[in-house]
């Protein structure tokens, strides 16, 4: 193909249109730069399709310009205010939520530390109840130990002095009274001698406490001789028989060790 029928094959048309493929445009532009008659019919292809379009062109109203400049700044702006908006508002519902669950939290833990505070209060004040119970329960029971024991004490007491009047009131009851000797001239003494029973208690008016390891014992005489007739405590005093003795013309008190003796050591008392 020659200069002339590669210049009518359409080809410089088809390559201003930009209908050709790469390799056509590559070979063209490779003909071109070697072949001045090509090139100088393209550049008449070039210059007649530019007449044409002015020919053929259409002038633009006047306000088109204002128009699509209008255009183009108001989709800026909505385009740069959508995704302020959004944003913004976002950001104020998130820090709202924070701020909403801040308050959830603080008001849930101001609750719990009042729960506490107020279980605090209240466990001291039962605490404090339940000592002053307890101290007074205990204070109750000590009285009460107090009053029977007290009570127990008064029942014995009134139960010894029914004793020593129900021996007083024997009508059977004979009394010898026994004085001091020279040496204890202050000691007094009654010895109760029931006839029918024959029994013997001593009643000790006003005799000494017998001193530490000591401790009085009552003899009788019959038939000129002492015989043992019981040793004398203050529990049975009036009320208890210290011996049975069937036959006495009279009495005396010793005052000896602790322990029964079997013979009179004539330091008698009264």
Not at 236 to 242: L, M, T, Y
Request: net charge negative; hydrophobic share 40%.
């Amino acid at each position: 193909m020659n200069s002339k029928e590669y210049i009518s094959s359409g080809i410089l048309e088809s390559y201003i249109l930009g209908h050709v493929s790469p390799e056509e445009a590559g070979i063209l532009e490779c003909v071109m730069k070697n072949n001045n008659e090509v090139r100088e019919a393209f550049e008449e292809a070039q210059k007649t399709f530019e007449m044409l379009a002015t020919a053929q062109a259409v002038i633009p109203p006047n306000d088109l310009k204002s128009k699509i400049w209008a255009k183009i700044q108001q989709e800026q702006t909505v385009e740069v205010e959508k995704p302020v908006i959004p944003i913004q508002n976002n950001i104020e519902k998130e820090v709202k939520v924070e701020e909403e669950v801040k308050e959830i939290k603080e008001s849930k833990s101001s609750s719990w530390k009042n729960f506490a505070i107020a279980a605090a209060v209240l466990f001291l004040i039962s605490t404090g109840i339940n000592l002053y119970w307890m101290n007074s329960q205990s204070k109750i029971n000590d009285q009460l130990v107090k009053v029977e024991s007290e009570r127990k004490t008064n029942q014995l007491a009134m139960q010894n002095m029914q004793q020593k009047l129900d021996v007083f009131a024997n009508p059977n009851m004979k009394k010898v009274v026994l004085a001091g000797v020279e040496k204890h001239p202050e000691a007094k003494a009654t010895v109760l001698w029931d006839s029918n029973s024959k029994d013997i208690y001593l009643s000790a008016n006003s005799l000494p406490k017998a001193p530490e390891g000591m401790q009085y014992q009552l003899w009788a005489i019959a038939d000129g001789k002492p015989v043992n007739a019981g040793m004398y405590s203050e529990d049975k005093d009036s009320r208890i028989a210290i011996s049975n003795i069937t036959n006495a013309q009279a009495f005396a008190i010793t005052l000896e060790k602790k322990g029964e003796v079997k013979f009179l050591r004539w330091k008698i008392c009264l």
